[in-house]
């Protein structure tokens, strides 16, 4: 099995590169169907989404736009603060088509944030796509309209996902191992 370090943490691969194209595929071709003649405006949530948004975006193929905005839930922590800071907001979304591109929602927080301060600037239609969703994480019930994976609660890293700001260039995603790491602490 693939593995990764990151100091005394050992992850292991649970999604490798081929698996992930092709949910972004199948996700990518709804979108195109659903959106062929509304030049959507997709909102990629920095920095995480930016792997996911590049290839999803390419994928669809059809006429759109793009914003980015950023939020900070987690610090360095492998737990959302359950705080979100929004430092930039797209405003160029009234009356338009809009999805949100995420890399995870964890307990929802940040998710449900992004959508409500978007709902203020009044778009045509508001929705989700994420790579990755924790459904037994979720604290808000929220519509994830295009979701590549639901997954358990593990802590991931990989294609734009961090810990510590480490390990978003990996291809594959890889989980946190706890018993694993635990060892090697010891
Ligand atoms: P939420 O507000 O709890 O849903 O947290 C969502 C944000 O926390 C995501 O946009 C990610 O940036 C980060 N996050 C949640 N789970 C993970 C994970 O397993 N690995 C890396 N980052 C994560
Ligand atoms: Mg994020």
Do not use: W
């Amino acid at each position: 099995m693939k593995t990764y370090r990151i100091e005394d943490k050992v992850f292991s691969e649970v999604l490798d590169a081929e698996t992930i194209r092709e949910a972004i595929r199948r996700e990518a071709a709804r979108i195109a169907v659903e959106y062929a003649d509304r030049n959507p405006v997709f909102i990629v949530v920095l920095k995480g989404a930016m792997f996911f948004a590049i290839d999803l975006i390419r994928e669809a193929g059809i006429p759109c736009s793009m914003e980015v905005l950023s939020a900070k839930s987690y610090g360095n922590a492998m737990q959302s603060s359950g705080e979100v800071s929004l430092s930039q907001v797209a405003t160029h979304v009234g009356d338009r088509h809009v999805i949100v591109i995420e890399d995870i929602v964890d307990t929802g927080n940040t998710l449900q944030k992004i959508l409500a301060v978007l709902a203020e600037h009044k778009p045509a239609s508001l929705r989700v796509a994420t790579l990755l969703s924790k459904p037994s994480m979720h604290k808000v019930k929220l519509d994830l309209h295009y979701c590549c994976f639901e997954i358990g609660p593990e802590f991931l890293i990989g294609y734009g996902l961090d810990f510590a700001e480490q390990g978003r260039e990996l291809q594959s995603i890889y989980a946190l191992n706890a018993a694993l790491s635990a060892e090697q602490v010891g």
